[in-house]
Structure formats: C-alpha cells, structure tokens
C-alpha cells in the first residue's frame, strides 16, 4: 500500500492506496450537463504516463519530430505541455487539503481544472491537485506528480488476481444504465443510454480495429459486438473480398483459430496488460478492451424473465417489462476514439489520416 505526501512539507494528503490501471475514460467528456459518477473505486489509485492539463500548446507550434517522440503521428488541436505523470484517486481519499477558490475554473456546474491546481496542502499551501467535478466529467482529485511524493507504507498491496480469478469475482459492466443529469426545477432526473465506459471502450477498439483492418473489410461476431462496431467499421472500411475476421478471445473462452487475424482481448484491470493468446493465434492484432466490458461480452448476464427458484404456472402469463434500452443506435466516444488513433503508427496512411481529419463528418453521421 502506498500514500502520497506533499513535497513540500511531507504531510500525507491521502489514505493507504493500491494502484490499478488508468481507465481508458479518465479524461472522457461525456454529454452536456451530465452527473458522472466517481472515476475509481475508493482505496485506488491510477498514473497517466502521458502530460495532460495545463499549459497547453497548440498543433503549429510543435515541431513534427517531437511530436512523434511523445508517440502523436498525426494532428491534434492541442497537447499538453504538463508533467507526466498524473496521479487519479477517488475524490473520497483525499486528505489535508484546502480549496484555492480563484482557482474554480469550471464550465458551469463545479470545476474542471483547467485554471490549474486547485487543492493546497493544508499544512504549507503548496498547490498539490486538482478536484474535478464539473458537468459531464468523471469525478476525481488529480494529483499534480512535481507536487506529491508516493511512500511505501507496508507490503499488503491488493495481490495482482490471476486471469482466472478475475472470471470467477464475476465483474462484468452492463452495456446499458441509466445517466443523471441535472435535472429541472423538479429535481434530479436520468434517462437509459449506452453506458459512458462502453463508449470510450469502443472508442479506443474502433482506432484499433481500423488499424488492424489495413484498409480491408472488417467483419466482428454477431450480437452485441455487432451492434457496437459493425456498422461504424462497414462506414469507414470498403466492401467487398477478401476479409479480415475479429473474434472475442480472452480467459475462458475456446482458443482461436489459426487463421484469425484480429482478436478482441481484456486488459487486466490491475496492471494495464493485454491478455495474450497461446498457440498459432499469437500473431493476430490484439484490440484491447476494458475487463469489464470484455467480461460481458464474453459472458453476458442473462435477463431472467422469472425467479431464479420456482416457475410461473404454464397457464398464467408474466407481464415482466423487458429490459430499457436506448433509444439511439450505438456510438463510440470520439475523444477515445481520436486520442488512440493519433498514437497509432498505421494513422500515417493516407486512408486513415482521411478518417481522422472528416471525423467531424462521422459525428454527423452519427457514428460518434
């Protein structure tokens, strides 16, 4: 277990915290006017290799190469000249800290850190992170990593759960739930949508997948994995022979077949690791899915349209509403989706870099 102290005066400024993976929605915005729950579970903590918040510098004032040494091989409007290095925690697990109100820089319902750090150590007012509670963001303190030290405080780190015992804690996130907004005069209200996690998760495996495609048709399984990628890939991808197959692989599942070329994988949940095949599938592209969802799409939760012991007479009909759904056809976020494909090397062809730069376009219609 770690905590992190100040580094200025070495005050701790958090509760004993393991580390887990960085969600692939950290920095998801998510709708407008939207309450998104907090980020992580509490007793966690997250790292961003990647700088991001302020200072940012725009495209045209980076040169090429150096944006190619930070791994971005195609054109963004900005990025970050931060620290790398971030540090995510469940708001709940912050400590000795005092809100900086002239750093409250926020769209319109709380704060977004944009004006920079907005937490101070309570002991010797070094700013040390930034809370993050604005409308349509997830919830969380972000440690400033030049402003926070990580001690070893003993060796009960959470163990790293093997692939199987991951199947067996049986934590797989639903596709669909219901979204809180802020509501009306009446109070809070939500609707039923596509879960927020399920389309940053797409987003990310949509770059991956055209990635993997090298400009040839694409087809995925039938169901679910259909209704969440098919009709983007059959958007932006040609018709026509020959194919390339993706299929789900993972703990669990039947190996897959020699001559598959693309394998929808988990990625561990604590260390960020892309499950790997055994076999003649070792060579296939492997598109990276959070655990969650790769779980549930692996191994669904069925909908029981009775009770789970006993039955209805078979003369007496049940009027169980079916599950809600949406009411729109599946998009991918498209801030995932534009973020992992500018870190692809295969962006630099030119069929890619034309989907990039009319993803506007694609937002129209509706396929973001």
Known sequence: MFVYVCAGCDAELTTPLSQVSLPVHAHQKYGNGIQLPVLLEAGTFAVDPEPWGPPWRRWEE???????ARGIYAPVYALSDGAPGAIVIAPGD??????????????????????????????CGLPVASRIDDCSLWQAVWLAPNAVHRLLIDDTDAATLSWEELLAEGKGIPPFEPIATWGSRFGSSHYWSWSPQWEAAAGRALAHLLAASEGRPVIVPDGL????????????????????RAVLAGPGRPAPDADVGILLVPV??????T????????????VPLPFGVWRWLAFPD??????????MPDDVLRDDPLPARPHHLFRADPGAFQHTLVRLPAVRSPWLREILENLTQRRHARLF
């Open 225 to 244: 994995i259909e209704e969440v990628f098919q009709r983007a890939l059959d958007a932006m991808l040609p018709a026509g022979p020959p194919e390339r």
């Open 62 to 68: 980076f040169d090429p190469e150096e944006a190619e």
């Open 94 to 123: 912050i400590r000795g800290t005092l809100l900086l109100p002239e750093k409250g820089g926020g769209y319109c319902c709380g704060l977004d850190g944009s004006d920079g750090p907005n937490l101070a150590c309570e002991a």
């Open 275 to 286: 499950w790997i095949p055994a076999g003649p599938a070792t060579s296939a592209y492997r």
């Open 302 to 311: 069925p909908y029981l349209p009775v009770p789970a012991s006993g039955g």
């Open 268 to 273: 561990h949940p604590q260390t960020g690791e």
